[in-house]
T-cell receptor, first 114, second 116 residues
Framework: GENVEQHPSTLSVQEGDSAVIKCTYSDSASNYFPWYKQELGKRPQLIIDIRSNVGEKKDQRIAVTLNKTAKHFSLHITETQPEDSAVYFCAASRVTGGGNKLTFGTGTQLKVEL | GAVVSQHPSRVICKSGTSVKIECRSLDFQATTMFWYRQFPKQSLMLMATSNEGSKATYEQGVEKDKFLINHASLTLSTLTVTSAHPEDSSFYIC????????????FGNGTRLTVT
């Protein structure tokens, strides 16, 4: 099955700096890679996703890059703000006829300090 | 956007009792729902895939007789934790997809289960 590794487990940045979180996956057939933000005790919320037919996607301060050859993808947050503090999870899945099971990374606790 | 509602948000039960958690898709139909479990400061682990009108598909290591899943309609899936024990205490989250397999997953608010 799919295995997703995520680094770092914790990340502290100063407000205004950039944050980068990296993930690798094992299943070369995976073709959908979402990123979720989870605040303490709340549901994970989708912040951005990318499919294997593109290498980069950007939405305001958030961007995701995908390297299919190396089987890794990264989340980039620019101009970080205190409200960006949360746990971020990457995930990978393969779209099949039977469904689309997401395998999550281990999470990154991002802390944006004033 | 798509909304997934989960109830209850918190439940405390005594060891040996059963607890039912409901997951509803409020404004869309979901033939497939997913149940995840999350221990403190850990990732989301898929427990099972709930299929409307058929048996759920359980992940390796998840006891199907302990975690009963019923997906009786296109908008409701339930997870029943039977004979709960303290080690079952966790955060249980359901998710569903609006549309086809290319659509993103939306999560419920989660249920914090504490077994005393």
């Amino acid at each position: 099955g799919e295995n997703v590794e995520q680094h770092p487990s914790t990340l502290s940045v100063q407000e205004g700096d950039s944050a980068v979180i990296k993930c690798t996956y094992s299943d070369s057939a995976s073709n959908y890679f979402p990123w979720y933000k989870q605040e303490l005790g709340k549901r994970p919320q989708l912040i951005i996703d990318i499919r294997s037919n593109v290498g980069e996607k950007k939405d305001q301060r958030i961007a995701v890059t995908l390297n299919k050859t190396a089987k890794h993808f990264s989340l980039h947050i620019t101009e970080t703000q205190p409200e960006d503090s949360a746990v971020y999870f990457c995930a990978a899945s393969r779209v099949t006829g039977g469904g689309n099971k997401l395998t999550f990374g281990t999470g990154t606790q991002l802390k944006v300090e004033l | 956007g798509a909304v997934v509602s989960q109830h209850p948000s918190r439940v405390i039960c005594k060891s040996g009792t059963s607890v039912k958690i409901e997951c509803r898709s409020l404004d869309f139909q979901a033939t497939t729902m997913f149940w995840y479990r999350q221990f403190p400061k850990q990732s989301l682990m898929l427990m099972a895939t709930s299929n409307e009108g058929s048996k759920a598909t359980y992940e390796q290591g998840v006891e199907k007789d302990k975690f009963l899943i019923n997906h009786a309609s296109l908008t409701l899936s339930t997870l029943t934790v039977t004979s709960a024990h303290p080690e079952d205490s966790s955060f249980y989250i359901c998710s569903a997809r609006e549309g086809n397999n290319n659509s993103p997953l939306h999560f419920g608010n989660g249920t914090r289960l504490t077994v005393t």
